[in-house]
């Protein structure tokens, strides 16, 4: 039998979500956010809250990866799988990827679950913040 390792796992699980994330965020900052402000505009909300992008997935990943306040990074990711699911994914909530046959949500799902893995369990011992959001 294996020893347990809660806080390698919390900190491999960190890592993943921190680093897959944050990869979308550094696409945005030398792209722009300007899809995601049309998006929003035909929502009928305010384009410039497409900003908001930048913290959900460049501050808050790592906030998850350094573990300052970590459990506050994992409700910004939260919140920001629950906004791109609303705005971009609901016609494929019951789908099938054509190409593979898996869900077709099955990244998104993967990172709004993991993170609210994180925001139940806490961020584990190896983070750089004492903070009681951790």
Same mark, same amino acid.
């Given at each position: 039998?294996? +020893?347990?390792?809660? @806080?390698?796992?919390?900190?491999?699980?960190?890592?993943?979500?921190? *680093?897959?994330?944050?990869?979308?965020?550094?696409?945005?900052?030398?792209?722009?956010?300007? #899809?995601? &402000? @049309?998006?929003?505009?035909?929502? $009928?909300? +305010?384009?410039?809250? $497409?900003?908001? /992008?930048?913290? $959900?997935?460049?501050?808050?990943?790592?906030?998850?990866?350094?573990?300052?306040?970590?459990?506050? &990074?994992?409700?910004?990711?939260?919140?920001?799988?629950?906004?791109?699911? =609303? *705005? /971009?994914? !609901?016609?494929? #909530?019951? !789908? =099938? %990827? +054509?190409? !593979? &046959?898996?869900? =077709?949500?099955?990244?998104? #799902?993967?990172?709004?679950?993991?993170?609210?893995?994180? *925001?139940?369990?806490?961020?584990?011992?190896?983070?750089?913040?004492?903070?009681?959001? %951790?």
């Amino acid at each position: 039998m294996l +020893p347990k390792c809660e @806080d390698g796992s919390k900190l491999i699980l960190r890592l993943v979500l921190g *680093l897959l994330i944050l990869f979308h965020g550094t696409w945005k900052l030398q792209h722009g956010v300007g #899809f995601i &402000g @049309d998006m929003l505009v035909k929502h $009928g909300l +305010p384009g410039a809250l $497409g900003y908001l /992008v930048y913290i $959900g997935e460049v501050v808050a990943p790592l906030m998850i990866i350094l573990g300052i306040l970590g459990r506050l &990074g994992a409700l910004i990711i939260v919140v920001n799988m629950l906004t791109a699911l =609303a *705005l /971009v994914h !609901t016609s494929q #909530f019951f !789908t =099938a %990827n +054509p190409q !593979t &046959g898996g869900y =077709a949500l099955e990244l998104q #799902f993967m990172y709004l679950f993991s993170a609210l893995s994180l *925001l139940a369990s806490g961020m584990g011992r190896f983070v750089i913040g004492g903070s009681r959001l %951790n």
